[in-house]
């Protein structure tokens, strides 16, 4: 099986900053895209950030320029550096993967089991 580990999240004032890290572990062949995703009360989960295997980003418009996605490939790890921390950043952080587990295997979706994020203002 395969396991998507995140942590990182906590409570921080307006205006700092947070870093969350997801590992993945268990039989992974290859992972093609590392996203992070975001929920907070009431509303539905968003996408915040993805990056692909060869490192390409994008990112949620609310988040551009704050917000820095990165991986390390041989961790099999995908980090979310947050900046600029603003209250309407408050959610549960979810990693979300796709992978393969076999080499001429299917894609999977695997989801992390969340990071909560609070920013006070």
């Known amino acids: 099986q395969v396991q998507l580990v995140e942590s990182g999240g906590g409570l921080v004032q307006a205006g700092g900053s947070l870093r969350l890290s997801c590992a993945a572990s268990?039989?992974?062949?290859?992972?093609?895209?590392m996203d992070w995703y975001r929920q907070a009360p009431g509303n539905q989960r968003e996408l915040v950030a993805t990056?692909?295997?060869?490192?390409?980003?994008n990112y949620a418009d609310s988040v551009k320029s704050r917000f820095t996605i990165s991986r390390d490939n041989a961790k099999n790890t995908v980090y979310l550096e947050m900046n600029s921390l603003k209250p309407d950043d408050t959610a549960v952080y979810y990693c979300?993967?796709?992978?393969?587990?076999?080499?001429?295997?299917?894609?999977?979706?695997?989801w992390g089991q969340g990071t909560q994020v609070t920013v006070s203002s």
């Open positions: 979300h993967a796709i992978l393969r587990r076999a080499s001429y295997g299917p894609d999977f979706s695997y």
């Open positions: 268990g039989t992974i062949f290859t992972i093609n895209v």
């Open positions: 990056i692909a295997s060869d490192g390409s980003t």
